[in-house]
Protein backbone atom coordinates (compact mmCIF):
# COMPACT_ATOMS: atom_id res chain seq x y z
CA UNK A 1 0.00 0.00 0.00
CA UNK A 2 3.10 2.41 1.12
CA UNK A 3 4.84 1.76 -2.39
CA UNK A 4 1.49 2.63 -4.48
CA UNK A 5 1.30 5.69 -2.57
CA UNK A 6 4.77 6.00 -3.23
CA UNK A 7 4.05 5.51 -6.75
CA UNK A 8 1.32 7.95 -7.39
CA UNK A 9 2.68 10.52 -5.48
CA UNK A 10 6.06 10.12 -8.09
CA UNK A 11 3.48 10.27 -10.72
CA UNK A 12 1.54 13.24 -9.52
CA UNK A 13 4.65 15.47 -9.15
CA UNK A 14 5.70 14.32 -13.09
CA UNK A 15 2.82 15.36 -14.06
CA UNK A 16 2.36 18.55 -12.49
CA UNK A 17 6.44 19.15 -13.18
CA UNK A 18 5.37 18.15 -17.50
CA UNK A 19 2.75 20.62 -17.24
CA UNK A 20 4.50 23.40 -15.33
CA UNK A 21 6.90 23.65 -18.38
CA UNK A 22 4.06 23.50 -20.92
CA UNK A 23 4.01 27.07 -23.34
CA UNK A 24 0.73 28.42 -24.51
CA UNK A 25 1.26 30.35 -27.64
CA UNK A 26 -1.77 32.58 -28.73
CA UNK A 27 -1.93 33.95 -32.17
CA UNK A 28 -3.90 35.79 -33.55
CA UNK A 29 -5.24 37.22 -36.73
CA UNK A 30 -7.59 38.55 -39.31
CA UNK A 31 -8.11 35.15 -41.56
CA UNK A 32 -11.19 33.50 -40.81
CA UNK A 33 -11.67 29.67 -40.20
CA UNK A 34 -12.05 27.37 -43.38
CA UNK A 35 -9.44 29.64 -45.45
CA UNK A 36 -6.32 27.15 -46.65
CA UNK A 37 -4.53 29.81 -44.32
CA UNK A 38 -5.99 28.86 -41.48
CA UNK A 39 -6.27 24.98 -42.10
CA UNK A 40 -2.19 24.65 -42.56
CA UNK A 41 -1.85 27.05 -39.95
CA UNK A 42 -3.89 24.80 -37.52
CA UNK A 43 -2.13 21.59 -38.90
CA UNK A 44 1.45 22.49 -38.10
CA UNK A 45 -0.28 23.79 -34.35
CA UNK A 46 -1.49 20.09 -34.07
CA UNK A 47 2.28 18.86 -35.56
CA UNK A 48 4.03 21.20 -32.77
CA UNK A 49 2.18 19.54 -29.93
CA UNK A 50 2.52 16.64 -30.93
CA UNK A 51 6.57 16.51 -31.59
CA UNK A 52 7.01 18.51 -28.35
CA UNK A 53 4.54 15.84 -26.27
CA UNK A 54 2.07 19.04 -25.54
CA UNK A 55 5.90 21.02 -24.21
CA UNK A 56 4.36 23.80 -26.53
CA UNK A 57 0.92 24.59 -27.69
CA UNK A 58 -0.59 27.14 -30.00
CA UNK A 59 -3.87 28.68 -29.33
CA UNK A 60 -5.50 30.89 -32.70
CA UNK A 61 -7.87 33.67 -31.86
CA UNK A 62 -9.05 34.12 -36.20
CA UNK A 63 -11.47 36.32 -37.74
CA UNK A 64 -10.48 39.59 -35.90
CA UNK A 65 -11.73 38.39 -32.81
CA UNK A 66 -8.55 40.19 -31.35
CA UNK A 67 -9.02 43.48 -32.99
CA UNK A 68 -7.53 44.76 -36.04
CA UNK A 69 -3.81 44.27 -36.77
CA UNK A 70 -2.66 47.30 -34.82
CA UNK A 71 -4.42 45.71 -31.70
CA UNK A 72 -3.24 42.67 -31.84
CA UNK A 73 0.54 43.61 -32.07
CA UNK A 74 -0.12 46.15 -29.61
CA UNK A 75 -1.68 43.55 -27.70
CA UNK A 76 1.50 41.35 -28.20
CA UNK A 77 3.02 44.29 -26.16
CA UNK A 78 1.91 43.65 -23.70
CA UNK A 79 1.88 39.53 -24.05
CA UNK A 80 -1.58 39.21 -23.87
CA UNK A 81 -0.83 37.92 -27.37
CA UNK A 82 2.28 35.92 -28.20
CA UNK A 83 2.14 35.98 -32.03
CA UNK A 84 0.05 37.27 -34.64
CA UNK A 85 -0.15 36.39 -38.77
CA UNK A 86 -0.65 40.47 -40.19
CA UNK A 87 0.50 41.72 -43.32
CA UNK A 88 3.62 43.48 -43.98
CA UNK A 89 2.26 47.01 -44.04
CA UNK A 90 1.96 46.52 -40.44
CA UNK A 91 4.69 45.63 -39.38
CA UNK A 92 6.52 48.60 -40.70
CA UNK A 93 6.73 50.14 -36.59
CA UNK A 94 8.99 47.13 -35.67
CA UNK A 95 11.14 46.94 -38.69
CA UNK A 96 10.96 50.33 -41.58
CA UNK A 97 11.89 48.12 -44.96
CA UNK A 98 9.39 45.13 -44.38
CA UNK A 99 7.06 47.49 -46.68
CA UNK A 100 9.88 47.53 -49.69
CA UNK A 101 8.36 45.02 -51.50
CA UNK A 102 4.58 47.19 -51.73
CA UNK A 103 6.28 50.43 -53.10
CA UNK A 104 4.15 50.92 -56.39
CA UNK A 105 5.02 49.55 -59.51
CA UNK A 106 8.00 48.03 -58.35
CA UNK A 107 7.43 44.97 -60.03
CA UNK A 108 6.75 44.29 -63.16
CA UNK A 109 5.86 40.39 -63.55
CA UNK A 110 5.86 37.90 -60.56
CA UNK A 111 9.04 35.90 -61.90
CA UNK A 112 10.51 39.42 -60.79
CA UNK A 113 9.14 39.39 -57.22
CA UNK A 114 10.54 35.57 -57.40
CA UNK A 115 13.79 36.65 -58.31
CA UNK A 116 14.50 39.37 -55.52
CA UNK A 117 12.69 37.72 -52.82
CA UNK A 118 15.44 34.46 -53.05
CA UNK A 119 17.59 37.35 -51.97
CA UNK A 120 16.14 39.45 -49.77
CA UNK A 121 13.54 37.56 -47.93
CA UNK A 122 16.36 36.72 -45.70
CA UNK A 123 17.21 39.83 -45.02
CA UNK A 124 13.39 40.99 -44.02
CA UNK A 125 13.08 38.74 -41.57
CA UNK A 126 16.68 39.01 -40.33
CA UNK A 127 15.03 43.03 -39.96
CA UNK A 128 11.91 42.00 -37.52
CA UNK A 129 14.00 39.43 -35.44
CA UNK A 130 16.57 42.27 -34.23
CA UNK A 131 13.49 44.35 -33.65
CA UNK A 132 11.78 41.92 -31.80
CA UNK A 133 9.61 39.08 -33.63
CA UNK A 134 10.80 35.99 -35.08
CA UNK A 135 8.98 35.54 -38.18
CA UNK A 136 8.76 31.89 -40.38
CA UNK A 137 9.00 33.08 -43.89
CA UNK A 138 7.10 35.29 -45.96
CA UNK A 139 4.02 34.00 -47.82
CA UNK A 140 2.76 36.27 -50.83
CA UNK A 141 -0.99 37.58 -51.35
CA UNK A 142 0.14 39.06 -54.48
CA UNK A 143 -0.34 41.77 -56.66
CA UNK A 144 -3.31 44.22 -55.77
CA UNK A 145 -5.33 45.56 -58.24
CA UNK A 146 -7.71 48.77 -58.14
CA UNK A 147 -11.13 47.58 -58.18
CA UNK A 148 -13.65 49.82 -58.06
CA UNK A 149 -17.71 50.83 -58.66
CA UNK A 150 -16.55 53.11 -61.72
CA UNK A 151 -13.56 52.31 -64.16
CA UNK A 152 -10.55 53.49 -63.59
CA UNK A 153 -7.61 53.94 -66.25
CA UNK A 154 -6.35 57.04 -65.42
CA UNK A 155 -4.89 58.92 -62.25
CA UNK A 156 -7.60 61.69 -62.68
CA UNK A 157 -10.37 58.93 -62.52
CA UNK A 158 -9.08 57.87 -59.39
CA UNK A 159 -9.10 61.24 -57.75
CA UNK A 160 -12.67 61.58 -57.98
CA UNK A 161 -13.33 58.35 -55.97
CA UNK A 162 -13.48 57.61 -52.47
CA UNK A 163 -10.74 55.12 -52.12
CA UNK A 164 -9.81 53.20 -48.80
CA UNK A 165 -6.11 52.58 -47.80
CA UNK A 166 -4.99 50.71 -44.77
CA UNK A 167 -4.25 53.08 -41.68
CA UNK A 168 -0.33 53.07 -41.32
CA UNK A 169 1.42 56.19 -41.60
CA UNK A 170 3.31 54.35 -45.09
CA UNK A 171 0.35 53.79 -46.28
CA UNK A 172 -0.85 57.39 -46.24
CA UNK A 173 2.75 58.88 -47.02
CA UNK A 174 2.67 56.31 -50.31
CA UNK A 175 -0.36 57.41 -52.07
CA UNK A 176 0.84 61.06 -51.25
CA UNK A 177 2.29 61.51 -54.93
CA UNK A 178 -0.97 60.52 -56.17
CA UNK A 179 -2.59 63.60 -55.12
CA UNK A 180 -6.13 61.78 -53.93
CA UNK A 181 -7.78 61.72 -50.80
CA UNK A 182 -7.48 58.97 -49.20
CA UNK A 183 -10.01 56.78 -46.43
CA UNK A 184 -7.47 54.96 -43.89
CA UNK A 185 -9.22 52.35 -42.31
CA UNK A 186 -8.21 48.56 -40.57
CA UNK A 187 -9.18 45.88 -42.30
CA UNK A 188 -11.61 44.60 -40.24
CA UNK A 189 -13.91 47.98 -41.01
CA UNK A 190 -13.66 47.79 -44.78
CA UNK A 191 -16.50 45.52 -45.81
CA UNK A 192 -19.06 47.77 -44.38
CA UNK A 193 -17.76 50.93 -45.93
CA UNK A 194 -18.45 49.34 -48.84
CA UNK A 195 -21.81 48.31 -48.23
CA UNK A 196 -22.11 51.70 -46.69
CA UNK A 197 -20.53 53.89 -49.88
CA UNK A 198 -18.29 55.43 -46.62
CA UNK A 199 -15.46 54.05 -49.68
CA UNK A 200 -16.12 52.79 -53.49
CA UNK A 201 -12.75 51.87 -54.64
CA UNK A 202 -9.93 49.44 -53.00
CA UNK A 203 -6.37 48.22 -53.84
CA UNK A 204 -6.19 44.46 -52.99
CA UNK A 205 -5.20 41.06 -54.31
CA UNK A 206 -7.81 38.98 -56.44
CA UNK A 207 -7.29 36.48 -53.65
CA UNK A 208 -8.16 38.72 -50.47
CA UNK A 209 -11.14 40.21 -52.29
CA UNK A 210 -12.93 37.01 -52.43
CA UNK A 211 -11.53 35.67 -48.77
CA UNK A 212 -12.81 38.92 -47.08
CA UNK A 213 -16.03 39.06 -49.80
CA UNK A 214 -15.37 43.01 -50.50
CA UNK A 215 -15.31 41.66 -54.51
CA UNK A 216 -19.52 41.42 -53.52
CA UNK A 217 -19.58 45.19 -53.44
CA UNK A 218 -17.67 46.42 -56.53
CA UNK A 219 -17.76 46.28 -60.29
CA UNK A 220 -14.44 47.19 -62.39
CA UNK A 221 -11.17 46.04 -61.96
CA UNK A 222 -8.26 48.05 -63.48
CA UNK A 223 -5.78 44.90 -65.04
CA UNK A 224 -2.55 46.77 -64.18
CA UNK A 225 -0.39 45.26 -60.61
CA UNK A 226 -0.36 48.11 -58.46
CA UNK A 227 1.76 46.45 -55.78
CA UNK A 228 2.72 42.95 -54.19
CA UNK A 229 1.97 42.55 -50.68
CA UNK A 230 2.87 39.55 -48.24
CA UNK A 231 1.92 38.33 -45.19
CA UNK A 232 3.57 35.98 -42.26
CA UNK A 233 3.33 34.99 -39.08
CA UNK A 234 5.95 36.20 -36.17
CA UNK A 235 6.40 35.13 -32.66
CA UNK A 236 7.48 37.15 -29.95
CA UNK A 237 11.45 36.61 -30.10
CA UNK A 238 11.21 36.54 -26.02
CA UNK A 239 9.14 34.02 -25.77
CA UNK A 240 10.82 31.90 -28.69
CA UNK A 241 14.24 32.19 -26.41
CA UNK A 242 11.85 30.50 -23.27
CA UNK A 243 11.55 27.30 -25.27
CA UNK A 244 13.49 24.69 -24.78
CA UNK A 245 16.15 24.68 -27.80
CA UNK A 246 14.76 21.58 -29.33
CA UNK A 247 11.69 22.77 -29.02
CA UNK A 248 12.99 26.14 -30.76
CA UNK A 249 13.88 23.86 -33.62
CA UNK A 250 10.83 22.42 -34.01
CA UNK A 251 8.58 25.10 -33.93
CA UNK A 252 11.06 27.05 -36.30
CA UNK A 253 11.02 23.98 -38.92
CA UNK A 254 6.99 23.37 -38.70
CA UNK A 255 6.13 27.09 -39.41
CA UNK A 256 9.14 27.72 -42.09
CA UNK A 257 7.61 24.17 -43.80
CA UNK A 258 3.77 25.66 -43.37
CA UNK A 259 4.45 28.67 -44.84
CA UNK A 260 6.79 27.94 -48.38
CA UNK A 261 3.71 25.88 -48.63
CA UNK A 262 1.30 28.91 -48.18
CA UNK A 263 3.59 31.11 -50.12
CA UNK A 264 3.06 28.57 -53.64
CA UNK A 265 -0.59 27.71 -52.75
CA UNK A 266 -1.32 31.45 -52.74
CA UNK A 267 1.02 32.04 -55.85
CA UNK A 268 -1.43 29.47 -57.93
CA UNK A 269 -4.92 30.58 -56.27
CA UNK A 270 -4.22 34.45 -57.22
CA UNK A 271 -4.01 33.17 -60.23
CA UNK A 272 -7.04 31.24 -60.27
CA UNK A 273 -8.60 34.28 -58.19
CA UNK A 274 -8.09 36.78 -61.02
CA UNK A 275 -10.48 34.36 -63.17
CA UNK A 276 -12.98 33.81 -60.92
CA UNK A 277 -13.54 37.65 -60.61
CA UNK A 278 -13.87 37.77 -64.43
CA UNK A 279 -16.68 34.90 -64.11
CA UNK A 280 -18.14 36.32 -61.56
CA UNK A 281 -19.02 39.49 -63.33
CA UNK A 282 -16.34 42.02 -62.86
CA UNK A 283 -15.86 43.92 -66.09
CA UNK A 284 -11.55 44.25 -66.07
CA UNK A 285 -10.36 47.62 -68.07
CA UNK A 286 -7.07 48.16 -68.95
CA UNK A 287 -5.34 51.71 -69.05
CA UNK A 288 -3.17 52.09 -72.44
CA UNK A 289 0.90 52.78 -72.52
CA UNK A 290 0.55 55.89 -72.38
CA UNK A 291 -2.11 56.13 -68.94
CA UNK A 292 0.34 53.01 -67.22
CA UNK A 293 3.45 55.77 -68.02
CA UNK A 294 1.82 58.39 -65.91
CA UNK A 295 1.17 56.14 -63.08
CA UNK A 296 4.08 54.91 -63.33
CA UNK A 297 5.98 58.45 -62.84
CA UNK A 298 4.09 59.34 -59.91
CA UNK A 299 4.98 56.12 -58.88
CA UNK A 300 8.85 57.07 -58.81
CA UNK A 301 8.12 59.94 -57.02
CA UNK A 302 6.12 57.86 -54.01
CA UNK A 303 9.37 55.93 -54.15
CA UNK A 304 11.76 59.32 -52.96
CA UNK A 305 9.12 60.68 -50.96
CA UNK A 306 9.26 57.43 -48.86
CA UNK A 307 12.85 56.95 -48.81
CA UNK A 308 13.62 60.94 -47.89
CA UNK A 309 11.16 60.44 -44.85
CA UNK A 310 13.09 57.35 -43.87
CA UNK A 311 9.31 54.61 -44.25
CA UNK A 312 12.39 52.91 -46.60
CA UNK A 313 16.03 52.93 -45.90
CA UNK A 314 17.89 54.24 -48.72
CA UNK A 315 20.20 51.09 -48.29
CA UNK A 316 17.46 48.64 -48.72
CA UNK A 317 15.71 50.61 -51.78
CA UNK A 318 19.01 50.75 -54.12
CA UNK A 319 19.55 46.75 -53.11
CA UNK A 320 16.31 45.95 -54.15
CA UNK A 321 16.27 48.20 -57.30
CA UNK A 322 19.71 46.60 -58.42
CA UNK A 323 18.29 43.20 -57.93
CA UNK A 324 15.26 44.29 -60.12
CA UNK A 325 17.79 45.79 -62.62
CA UNK A 326 19.70 42.23 -62.50
CA UNK A 327 16.86 40.25 -63.43
CA UNK A 328 15.68 42.62 -66.08
CA UNK A 329 19.17 41.96 -68.35
Known sequence: M????????????????????????????????GTTWMKK????????????????KIKFYPGGVMGNENAILRKMRINQ???AAVSSGSLDRYYNDSGIYSLPFLFDSLEEVLYVRKKMDELIINGLEKNGL??????????????????????AELRKLKI????????????????????????????????????????ISPIASIALQWHTQVKYLTEMPLLYGWATLVISKKVMNKLKSHDQKIVSEVLQRT??????????????????????????VKPDANQISEWKKLAQLSHSELVNKGFISKKMYNLIKKHIAEYKK
Not at 14 to 33: V, W
Not at 41 to 56: G, P
Not at 134 to 155: H, M, R, T, W
Open 2 to 33: QFKLIRLLFLSLFLFSATSHATTIKIATLSTD
Open 41 to 56: MRAAATEIATRTEKRV
Open 81 to 83: LQG
Open 134 to 155: IAFGVAESGFAYILSNNPVKEV
Open 164 to 203: WIPDTASARNTVKAFKFTPIPLPFSDVLAALQTSLVNTIA
Open 259 to 284: FKEIDLQNQKDNSAALAALKNQGITF
